[in-house]
Each structure stands twice: as C-alpha cells, then as structure tokens.
C-alpha cells in the first residue's frame, strides 16, 4: 500500500524535470562549453551548405595567350567567359536533397545536445558524489566514535573477567575496519575533486545543489534527447530514399555562358562577335548496373531506422520505470531511516535520563546520540542519492 502511494506521488510530480535548467548547464568550464558552440555552430554551417548543395557555382574563366608561331610578330589574345550549368529539375530529388539536409542539421544537433546534456551530468554527478562522500566521513566518525565507545566497555568487562576476548577483538577489528573506510572515503574524494575539475572551472564547495523534481513520462519521452536524434535520423533515410530513387530519374538542366574574347586575327571572319551569349537546355538520365541494389540499399536503410526508433521508445519507457523503481526504494529508504531517527531521539531521551539516575552511563547515552546523528545523515546522504537517479532522466532531455 505505503509504495503504491508513493508511487502515485511520483508519478504527479511535476513537468519540470528541474527547478533551474539554466544553472545546470553553467557548471562546465568555458572551454568545455565553446566546444559544444563550436560544434553546434559547425553542424549549423555544414547543414547549410549541404541545403544549397544543389546550386552548381557560376564559372568565372579568364585566359590571355601568346602567340609566336608567325614572322609578324606576337599574337595577343585574351578571353573571359561566364558559364553555368544548372540542374532545374531531378524529379524530386532536390526537394527530398534540402529535407535530408533538414533531418540531418536536427539530427546532429540533436547529437550535441546530447553530448553536452551527459557532459554536464557527469559534472553534477560529480558534485553530488563530493557532497555525498563528505556526509560518508560524517557518518564514519561518529561510527568510529561509537566503535572506540565499545571497545572501552567490552575492556572494562574483559579486565573485569566478565567478557571473553574474543568479543573485544571483534569491536577492535570493527574499529579498524570503520577507519580503514574513512580513509578509502577520504580517497575517494580526492578522485571526485580532481573529476570535477576536468569538467568544471568552478569550486565545487560554493556551488549550490540543484533541486531536481521528477517529469512524468509523456513529457520525458517528448524531451528524451536520444528519441529525438533516432527520429530525425530516421526521417533523414527516408529522404535519402527518395534521393536515391530520384537520382536515377530524368534531370532536366538548362546552361549559359556569356563570351568576351580577342578573335584571332588570322582567322577574322566580319559575322563573328567578340562578345556574344550561348545558351540551351539538356535532359539527362544515367543507365546504371547498380541501379536497383543502391535503391534497396537506401530502402534497407530506411527501415533499419524506423525499427531504430520503435527500439528506442522502448528503452525509454524502460529507463523510466527503472528510474522510478530505485526512486520509490529510495523513499522508503528514507522513511525508515526517519522512523529510526524518531526511535534514537526516544532512546536518547530515556537513556539520558537513566545516565542523570546511575543507573547507565554517559558512554550509553553518547552512543544513542551518535546512533541517531548517522541516522539524520543517512537520510540526507539517500536524498542525493534521489536527485542522482532524477539526473539519469536530465542527462536526456532537451531543455
């Protein structure tokens, strides 16, 4: 009952995947974030030179030759010419040839998008890891606090012939063993510092932890970043289908030039212009062996990404209730961990006052107090472990 409820709350929260989008992304470091403009400025150029890829240039020729080949001397001629040949009709093929160039421009934005979405997650992954390791030592301490507290009592009754020693050897070896696992934390924040600093050029202890909310699926399958890119791509085959098909079709072209030469003297003739406009139109369709083979091959294609996309929606639904499942086992996680900081906070009350009575000591009511500090810590440190599975969603989505 308790997690079908927490479920359903889940599942309402909110459409905004986070409280502040912007901030998130202003963690990396400058050069981090101009290699994405960069790309993304690239991707923006490439498409448009691909769109117009269809417009052949103008030719511009200029020439000046000599002629030594006769006693009168030198014979200067020299030539300039203005020419195109132009492709006005492929039988679709340069509608379909500007549409791939748009599915392809999405397509690759969509790509860096993506790439600087998982970028910047890893860097707050990495924030929330340094956060989280340090709410660890916390707890580490007052866990060794609580082991040096035993292993003082179980001396006292082992000196008083009350305790074997084989249980104070196993509350020296805990001791050991709880320190050896600050130390290793202690390591591994060290490692965290120095990712973070690959990614970011801020300082980790003055940036403020984003707070994350959950989006409901309809809107994380609409934003989902890799979703987006496959049906783009998908899209794109389509249109180069038709490209392909189109390319083996008639073509229609038309063709001009415009003439201003130096005649040769020796063949001077009163009817011909040194300045004069040629111009006509071609029709063109190549016979080609491989014909069929590359037009199936851009059908395959084409397929092969429609199922790409269908593969996908699943994975994305998938992904989602995963991240829902360690959500809901996360809460009640957290709601244990509150119902035992309620229990400590009951014991540490008796506890304490048995200690004023003499009948406990001041050690017993310690070890309730730090019980119930690393059971405050617990719930924070499973709170961030919260906002790192609601990042696996952001790592995805489009703003």
């Not at 998908?234 to 392909?244: F, G, I, R, V, Y």
């Not at 415009?258 to 063109?284: H, R």
């Not at 919260?386 to 990042?391: A, D, F, N």
């Amino acid at each position: 009952m308790k997690q079908s409820i927490m479920r359903t709350v889940l599942l309402a929260a909110g459409v905004s995947m986070l409280s502040y989008a912007d901030e998130l992304g202003e963690i990396l470091s400058t050069k981090k974030s101009m290699i994405f403009d960069y790309q993304m400025q690239t991707n923006e150029l490439e498409s448009d030179k691909l769109y117009k890829s269809w417009i052949n240039p103008v030719m511009l020729r200029y020439s000046k030759n000599f002629n030594e080949q006769f006693k009168s001397g030198t014979i200067i001629t020299e030539n300039f010419t203005v020419s195109i040949d132009q492709p006005i009709f492929r039988s679709g093929g340069i509608y379909y040839a500007m549409k791939y160039s748009e599915a392809l421009r999405e397509a690759n934005s969509a790509e860096i998008n993506l790439q600087r979405r998982m970028m910047i997650t890893d860097a707050v992954t990495t924030l929330f890891n340094i956060h989280k390791n340090r709410l660890q030592q916390k707890k580490m301490h007052y866990q060794i606090n609580n082991d040096k507290i035993d292993i003082r009592q179980k001396r006292d009754s082992y000196n008083a012939g009350l305790l074997d020693s084989s249980f104070l050897d196993q509350a020296m070896l805990k001791k050991s063993q709880d320190e050896t696992t600050l130390l290793e934390l202690e390591l591994g924040l060290r490692a965290y510092q120095q990712q973070f600093s690959l990614l970011s050029d801020k300082n980790p202890d003055t940036l403020k932890l984003p707070t994350l909310t959950l989006v409901n699926k309809q809107n994380y399958k609409e934003a989902n970043l890799e979703l987006q890119r496959d049906r783009q791509k998908a899209l794109e085959m389509s249109h180069n289908q038709k490209m392909t098909w189109a390319k083996y079709l008639p073509t229609v072209s038309v063709n001009g030039q415009y003439t201003d030469g130096d005649l040769n003297p020796l063949y001077a003739n009163p009817n011909l212009k040194e300045k004069y406009y040629s111009y006509g139109i071609s029709v063109s369709m190549p016979l080609d062996i491989n014909t069929f083979d590359d037009i199936e091959a851009s059908k395959v294609a084409k397929l092969q990404a429609e199922v790409q996309v269908l593969d996908r929606e699943e994975t994305v639904e998938q992904e989602y209730e995963w991240i829902i499942s360690n959500l809901d086992i996360l809460e009640r996680k957290i709601a244990l961990a509150r119902e035992d900081e309620k229990l400590y906070e009951s014991l540490y009350e008796v506890t304490s006052n048995l200690a004023k009575a003499g009948e406990k000591t001041s050690l017993d009511a310690e070890v309730m107090q730090n019980t119930l500090q690393i059971r405050k810590l617990d719930q924070k440190i499973y709170a961030i472990d919260k906002q790192i599975e609601l990042l696996k969603l952001y790592a995805r989505m489009a703003k």
